[in-house]
């Protein structure tokens, strides 16, 4: 957390927001959907499948490969009351951490039935009791493996603003095509934007490619609450960057490459991963927050859908590109009614 941020309140992150620009389904294709390209002033609107163009022979896109699991549960517990749960974290010993809500919480033994969308099958997990940061979390002991009780009975966690019910188009095109490894309850939403053709057309560009994991959790929604932007507690997600993108990072930049992130995820994965100075290989828990005056020793540019106003996202995106700068991106945005959040537009933006 830098110093450099205390400058800057709740209220320099806002931004007046038509709710009709909340993309509630995605573009017809994936690589359809707007780019705002803010590395030129004035910014230039484009579509999504320009990015090749935008990038150089030697560029490297650090990719998140996690996958996003079915991890929103409904059910209910013993005397009838329901329960949502949303799956924060799967654990060894057929062990979950989630976030649940209940009219009142159950108790450590109670069990807990989760039913799948149609009805048809159902089964019962054990509450163990509070767990995870501060206690903030619930702690479940499913009867079997949890990733596949969860394929089957769980719900595709939608963010809270969009409306609808999850369905087949959502299973699709709420997840990455290169999606591979699960864990995440959220999207890494700037790589939705990547399909086939743009990755193809990125290869033939001589611009390569590495994969860090992040699995995105529920927290990413979280709001801040506190006017005073350096009293925000972030919420904590696992991550792991391999050494071969480690290597790969080093050989670009002595090239004289740029590390291109695709998402604010991968960006968190990779910054987490030089907080010491350097970049490390491995894999552990990160709780960082990115605002203004952050000394960024990774990420050269990013690509990145618009966030919410006042949020965390929004705070990391500014401190990457500077406050004002992207400030204005936003309204030009806005002018524009380019799409908002998870199913919207994306940003091509440089450090």
Do not use: C
Request: hydrophobic share 45%; net charge negative.
């Amino acid at each position: 957390m830098s110093s450099a941020s205390s400058s800057l309140r709740l209220a320099d992150f806002d931004f007046e927001l038509p709710p009709e620009l909340i993309a509630q389904h995605p573009a017809p294709e994936r690589s359809a959907s707007r780019l705002l390209d803010g590395t030129h002033t004035p910014p230039v609107d484009r579509i999504f499948r320009e990015l090749p163009s935008l990038l150089k022979a030697g560029d490297l896109l650090v990719f998140n490969d996690t996958r996003v699991i079915k991890a929103r549960l409904l059910g209910a517990k013993a005397t009838g009351g329901a329960v949502e749960a949303l799956v924060e974290r799967v654990l060894p010993n057929h062990e979950v951490l989630v976030h649940l809500r209940a009219s009142k919480s159950p108790k450590a033994g109670a069990v807990v039935r989760f039913t799948s969308g149609d009805g048809a099958s159902h089964f019962e997990a054990e509450m163990l009791g509070r767990g995870g940061p501060e206690d903030s979390l619930f702690h479940l002991r499913f009867p079997s493996e949890p990733f596949a009780l969860i394929e089957r009975h769980g719900h595709v966690p939608l963010p809270p603003y969009i409306t609808h019910a999850d369905d087949a188009e959502d299973e699709r095109r709420y997840q990455t095509v290169f999606a591979a490894k699960p864990g995440a309850a959220a999207a890494p939403t700037a790589a939705l934007h990547f399909d086939e053709g743009v990755l193809a057309a990125l290869r033939e560009r001589g611009v390569g490619s590495a994969s860090v994991t992040l699995h995105v959790g529920a927290g990413t929604f979280q709001p801040v609450r506190v006017d005073n932007i350096a009293e925000h507690k972030m919420h904590s997600e696992w991550f792991e960057v391999p050494q071969a993108t480690v290597d790969a990072i080093h050989a670009t930049h002595a090239a004289g490459g740029r590390v291109v992130s695709v998402g604010t995820t991968t960006l968190r994965a990779l910054e987490s991963a030089a907080r010491g100075g350097t970049l490390q290989a491995g894999s552990r828990d990160t709780d960082i927050f990115i605002t203004p005056g952050f000394t960024f020793r990774v990420v050269d540019v990013l690509v990145t859908n618009f966030h919410l106003p006042k949020s965390t996202l929004l705070m990391l995106v500014s401190a990457f590109a500077g406050h004002e700068r992207v400030m204005a991106l936003y309204r030009h945005a806005v002018a524009e009614r380019y799409r908002f959040f998870s199913y919207g537009d994306a940003m091509l933006l440089a450090r």
